[in-house]
């Protein structure tokens, strides 16, 4: 019932910056006890970038050096990750998570096909 949409991603220079966004649908979006971004370069394990819980806290991998910021939009039911200050070391493909209730939605191969950011001159 749960559907995530990631987009926003694309070509940016080192230094640059991207907005990516996730649209959320088929649940009630103030519902989520949780929504996180995590990225997967090619040959890497996917890692999590950043996520919100409980409306308010949030959290940040170490890796992310830049100042990257996650939001949300209830109105909007969108989830946005904010990417300032983007390095080379930044291109990966972008996925979106909701956890409803004690679950996230996404698991094992059902991680869709995400958003792309190459970051690159």
């Known amino acids: 019932q749960v559907q995530l949409v990631e987009s926003g991603g694309g070509l940016v220079q080192p230094g640059g910056s991207l907005r990516l966004s996730c649209v959320v649908s088929?649940?009630?979006?103030?519902?989520?006890?949780?929504m996180g971004w995590y990225r997967q370069a090619p040959g890497n394990q996917r890692e999590m970038v950043a996520a919100?819980?409980?409306?308010?806290?949030?959290v940040y991998a170490d890796s992310v050096k830049s100042p990257f910021t996650i939001s949300t939009d209830s109105a909007k039911k969108t989830v946005y990750l904010q990417m300032n200050n983007v390095k080379p070391e930044d291109t990966a493909v972008y996925y979106c998570?909701?956890?409803?209730?004690?679950?996230?939605?996404?698991?094992?191969?059902?991680w869709g096909q995400g958003t792309q950011v190459t970051v690159s001159s």
């Open positions: 088929g649940k009630i979006f103030s519902t989520f006890s949780a």
């Open positions: 998570d909701v956890r409803c209730g004690s679950a996230w939605f996404r698991t094992g191969d059902h």
């Open positions: 919100i819980i409980g409306g308010t806290k949030t």
